[in-house]
């Protein structure tokens, strides 16, 4: 028999959003009074060497403050405009001019291609001349990118599609760039599609307008990787299984797989939503199979489109259709399990015909665990990235492409990191590097070319903006820019926690409450994003695949605390000391 009631209702639910809750509020707390802000600009010049500042709570909260009341303002004349017939016409314009300010933004700051975006162009420039160097173990270190795509085999989906782009449309990064504007833009409009599809509504602005003002998305135009490609296609997969959990369509979840397993060929993050996927069908599981054959003619399946007989001669046909039901649900995770491991065999095989070396096994991963050689570069003196080419340079001078002798290696290097600092010092580095890399780390200023003092030829070109960035008032204007990131990170995360725990509460309080799948799959999504980074190599865009929970559930929890503010303000004393709950959002589903 499944699980009972309790366990559907109180102890998965309730767990995750526990655990959400405990670990972002103190992040949220951490905030007032530790900065992990300043330390951005040592990226390149020194290594991020220096360790996490103290934060200005006074500074911090008035910043925030200023963010809310700018949003408040934006939301009542959201409330307005969504009356207008021109509605759609008017949020259209929203996204199209959104897709406009990357492109601009990426023509006035047109930073080099680098790390391995960089590495990847020199694949693709050796692909397109038919040289093929980069599958094959050519074992130096003179040029990572003749053995690149052997040692990263993952890498080899994007970077062919790097080459498709080359081969096809012009051999230019701009070509590449103005693509990723699109992915970008995509990604926006995806997830407001989302959320109109969790809310049941057909339009909402100041949904649209979180979604064309998140400036991560604005400042990473520049950054051409798999990122980006990997989030649009998760985005279309979530909104083909929230559409699946509203209809039920076969349709609708044979597109949800197809889209995460191309998301899953771009980046294996897929994998991360694929086990979210998975949480709630058993859930869904569970809950249709609350009853016994020999139950009493009132139980129900609870699935839709299927109701229990009135008569005990339905006995039979429930337990058919429960048999069917369970078929279903086991052909959707059968499928989930496919779509992330086909596409790379597919593309292993291809590579394979035209006598190219490839990896094999059942895993989707490289010859040797790259988890264990990234972790030997393990570097408590910093925040950023742990290695600076340690790594890399102690696999393969030191150890041959063989799991057996990484794992050796791994131990040996991680011991000795160990006997070092102990493993205390090692947990008290993990913690900071993990707050600094969903803070600052997350959209550090070095990734859109205005970040680092030291480094202005780290533009293709001067522009009037970049000597303005790196002129006279370049500090104040970095600084703002940074800032105002930030601060919006940490409203959009309050809102989200705020909304977690109040579904916490609901579910707390009533056994009976109703389950928000959509809110429980975004939620038990992002604490995977945090566990699988909380132990990789830090680098900013890492966790850019939590923005897709962040903006939906800042879109859903800031109109809450809008309208709880507004109640507030309206209220007299007496009314103020009584609000405990937060107000529902005022807004009427078109």
């Not at 103190?26 to 009074?33: R, S």
């Not at 039901?325 to 292993?348: C, E, M």
Request: with cysteine.
């Amino acid at each position: 028999m499944p699980p009972s009631n309790k366990l559907l209702r109180q102890l998965v639910p309730q767990s995750i959003y526990l655990i959400f809750a405990a670990i972002f509020s103190i992040f949220l707390a951490v905030a007032f009074f530790v900065d992990a802000f300043w330390k951005s600009d040592t990226w390149f010049s020194r290594g991020d060497l220096q360790m996490l500042g103290p934060q200005n709570p006074l500074l911090q909260a008035l910043g925030i403050a200023v963010w809310f009341l700018v949003l408040y303002g934006a939301w009542r004349v959201a409330k307005r405009l969504d009356q207008s017939q021109f509605i759609r016409l008017i949020i259209a314009g929203l996204f199209l001019g959104f897709f406009g300010l990357i492109n601009l933004f990426i023509y006035y700051f047109p930073v080099h291609a680098y790390d391995d975006a960089l590495v990847i162009r020199i694949v693709v420039d050796d692909l397109l001349r038919g040289n093929f160097i980069s599958f094959f173990d050519t074992m130096t270190l003179e040029n990572k990118a003749k053995n690149y795509l052997y040692l990263f085999p993952l890498q080899v989906p994007f970077t062919l599609y790097t080459y498709a782009i080359h081969n096809l449309i012009g051999d230019s990064y701009t070509w590449t760039r103005i693509i990723n504007t699109i992915w970008i833009t995509g990604s926006s409009y995806v997830i407001y599609q989302i959320y109109l599809l969790w809310q049941q509504k057909r339009h909402d602005f100041f949904a649209a307008l979180i979604c064309t003002t998140f400036i991560p998305f604005i400042l990473l135009g520049a950054w051409v990787y798999n990122d980006f490609p990997a989030i649009f296609l998760s985005c279309i997969a979530i909104y083909f299984f929230t559409l699946w959990q509203q209809q039920g369509r076969k349709r609708a979840i044979i597109l949800c797989l197809i889209a995460l397993a191309f998301a899953n060929l771009f980046r294996p993050i897929a994998l991360l939503l694929a086990l979210s996927f998975a949480l709630i069908i058993v859930l869904r599981w569970i809950k249709s199979g609350q009853y016994k054959p020999d139950q009493s003619t009132s139980a129900k399946v609870l699935w839709q489109g299927v109701e229990a007989a009135d008569s005990t001669s339905s006995t039979t046909r429930r337990d058919n259709d429960a048999r069917k039901l369970l078929l279903n649900y086991l052909w959707i995770l059968f499928g989930l399990f496919i779509a992330i491991q086909l596409p790379h065999k597919l593309v292993n095989g291809a590579l394979a015909l035209g006598g190219v070396p490839t990896y094999s096994g059942l895993s989707t991963s490289a010859p040797a665990p790259k988890w264990m050689w990234l972790n030997i570069g393990y570097d408590y003196k910093r925040l950023g990235v742990w290695s600076y080419n340690e790594a890399y340079s102690t696999f393969v001078s030191e150890a041959p492409i063989d799991e057996d002798a990484v794992n050796t290696l791994f131990k040996q290097e991680i011991a000795k990191k160990w006997q070092e600092i102990g493993l205390t010092g090692t947990l008290s580095h993990w913690a900071k590097k993990t707050y600094w890399q969903w803070t600052e780390g997350t959209y550090q200023a070095v990734y859109y070319g205005i970040g680092d003092p030291a480094r202005p030829d780290y533009f293709a070109h001067p522009t009037a903006a970049t000597q303005f960035a790196h002129g006279e008032h370049g500090e104040t204007f970095r600084y703002t820019v940074r800032r105002i990131t930030q601060l919006q990170n940490w409203l959009y995360l309050f809102a989200a926690t705020c909304v977690v725990v109040l579904a916490f509460k609901r579910a707390s309080r009533d056994q009976d409450a109703p389950l928000d799948e959509t809110l429980l799959l975004l939620a038990f999504y992002t604490l995977m994003v945090f566990g699988m980074y909380m132990l990789w190599e830090s680098k900013s865009r890492y966790i850019l695949s939590s923005t897709i929970p962040l903006l939906l559930l800042a879109s859903y929890g800031l109109p809450q605390l809008f309208a709880r503010f507004e109640a507030a303000l309206k209220a007299t004393p007496e009314q103020q000391t009584t609000m405990i709950e937060p107000i529902p959002a005022t807004e009427t589903q078109n």
